[in-house]
Each structure stands twice: as C-alpha cells, then as structure tokens.
C-alpha cells in the first residue's frame, strides 16, 4: 500500500533543502511505496522523488499569506488535490525520527496533534486543541473545510486565532494521535529559565516518531546559532542527536 505525505511551502522561511530533508528522513521511515507530495510557489532544488505541485489558489489576497495566524495553509482543503486521497500531512519544521507506521494505521476521520494542556500546562487551554502540524486526513471528505472558510474569509480570521483552530471545529471526525508518538521539542525536551545554558537538551525516547518545533526556535536555529530559543529558555550549543539528524538527511549528506 503506498503512503501519501504532504507538505507544503511558500515564501522564504524554509528553502528546498528543508523540503529534501524532510523527504529524506520520511522514505528512511515509510514501509513499502512513499508518494511524497509539496505544495510550492517555488520549485528550484527540489530531489527528483519529490513530485511538486502548485499551492491552490483560495482566493486569499498576497497581503493576507503573511497574516498571523497562517491562513494559507488552508490550501491543504482544496478540491484541486483532491486525487491525493487521504494523506499524512508534516510541517516543515518537524524532525521524523522513527517509523511512521502509526500514523497510516488512521483510515478514517481526521487525526491530529493534541496541543492542549499538556503541550502548555499552566495556561488558559482546552485538555484536548488541535494542532495541524502532523495530522491525517482525507482531501474528498473535507472540501467543506475550505467551502465555510471562503464563505466569509475576512469574518473568520477575525473570528479564529488561526487555521487549525478553524479546522479543528470543521473537519471531519476529529480525533488524537496517542501522547507520546509526537513530542514537543520545546515543551517536552527542552528545559527552563536558563537551565538549557549548561544543560542540552534530552535525547527522545523511542517511542517517539516526529519531534516538533513549533514556533522559537526551528531546527536549524538550535545548529547555527550559539544561543537559540524564546528568553528566559535560552539554550546554548547544537544537540548532538539534532546534528547527526541534519547531517545524515540534509542536502550535504548528497543522498538522493
């Protein structure tokens, strides 16, 4: 059975190569055929395994793509990809660490990210949020997603925070990956109020498949600058397991 990842990017926050390494670290962890999809206004240095698609056109003004709250990303509800079926969809700024097997065992509904309580404890937040930075779903079953945001774009990105809190009360049979298949890097690996001076960060667990960083710092912050991630949680020096990851799957490891 072949799997179907998605990913999508636009702008220049992330490049190719981030694109590449994470293509190359999902068919490291994909059983069988990987059908690996991007959604790009840019398609300069893309690996020829990656097939490159257009970023569909939701009627969203320029102006609005760099809007907080990341609007765009609702592209991923189009009819105009709606051949792809059901895929896995990873952001950009996620580290695919073990077999994602797990997450192709979910055929029906939507499944997501839990950034509830227990990714911010201690914060006015539902037990159970979703997050939309790794989640499966099917495009055909959730055109409806797009259809009521197009129906009063300007009134709903006033309404809504951002994309995934209005696709988390759209999209179809929503439900969670279990606790633990992704970690936070920020809330469940790093550490507080300077610790992370002196401390590096944990190694995950095995159990874990995808490490995600949302928000300060991205990967590639924490192996080229000295002192990354949000005051007062300063770290300091690059994790020596987020190196080797970047030097195994990045564009100068040369792997095609």
Same mark, same amino acid.
């Given at each position: ?111 997501? $990210?839990? #950034?509830?309580? +227990?990714?911010? =404890?201690?914060?006015? &937040?539902?037990?159970?949020?979703? /997050? ?64 992370? $001076?002196? #401390?590096?960060? +944990?190694?995950? =667990?095995?159990?874990? &498949?995808?490490?995600?960083?949302? /928000? ?41």
């Amino acid at each position: 059975m072949q799997a179907t990842i998605l990913c999508i990017k636009w702008g220049t926050v992330f490049d190719a190569s981030e694109v590449n390494l994470l293509y190359r670290a999902c068919r490291d962890n994909v059983q069988g055929d990987l059908r690996f999809v991007c959604l790009t206004d840019n398609r300069v240095g893309l690996l020829d395994g990656i097939e490159a698609r257009d970023i569909p056109d939701i009627g969203l003004a320029p102006a609005a793509w760099k809007l907080p709250g990341v609007w765009r990303k609702l592209s991923l509800f189009s009819d105009e990809i709606g051949d792809l079926g059901r895929v896995l969809f990873i952001d950009l700024d996620m580290m695919v660490i073990g077999d994602l097997q797990p997450f192709f065992d979910q055929v029906e509904g939507s499944r997501f $990210l839990n #950034v509830g309580k +227990s990714w911010y =404890p201690g914060r006015e &937040r539902l037990e159970k949020e979703v /997050g939309t930075g790794v989640y499966s779903y099917d495009i055909r079953k959730n055109a409806h997603v797009l259809e009521a945001f197009a129906k009063d774009m300007e009134g709903h990105m006033k309404t809504w925070q951002n994309e995934q809190d209005f696709v988390g009360a759209h999209a179809d049979a929503p439900s969670y990956w279990p606790e633990g298949l992704v970690l936070s890097f920020k809330r469940h690996l790093c550490h507080r109020y300077g610790k992370g $001076l002196f #401390v590096a960060p +944990s190694v995950p =667990p095995d159990s874990a &498949r995808i490490v995600a960083f949302h /928000g300060d710092p991205r990967p590639v912050d924490t192996v080229k600058q000295t002192i990354w991630g949000p005051a007062p949680h300063w770290h300091a020096g690059a994790p020596s397991w987020i190196t080797a990851y970047r030097q195994r799957y990045g564009d100068d490891a040369q792997k095609t």
